[in-house]
């Protein structure tokens, strides 16, 4: 079971300058809407494929629009060996900033 995160603690985190990596696993179009500021994205489909991207070290918060996507992709990169937490609720519950 991966390690959950709320948005309110995600915007704190950033509202206190911390470094946050932040994949959102939403399709293109979804993200043409608003992202979180400098959250990365790779759609769901295409994590497994572009896992050379990330980072084994790093700590990832994993976003998508309702916390569903974001969970499958958390188990799919615990699988590979990346640490993550899940934003539960998505953007449907994020009050911060877009960008």
Request: aromatic content about 4%.
């Amino acid at each position: 079971m991966s390690k959950q995160i709320t948005p309110e603690e995600v915007a704190k985190r950033l509202e206190k300058g911390e470094k946050v990596s932040i994949i959102d696993v939403r399709e293109n179009a979804e993200v043409a809407t608003g992202k979180i500021p400098g959250a990365k994205n790779i759609p769901l489909g295409q994590l497994a494929l572009r896992k050379g991207e990330l980072d084994k070290k790093q700590n990832y918060v994993i976003v998508c629009q309702s916390g569903n996507r974001s969970k499958a992709a958390c188990g799919i990169l615990e699988a590979l060996g990346y640490k993550v937490e899940n934003m539960i609720g998505g953007m449907n519950n994020w009050k911060g900033e877009l960008e």
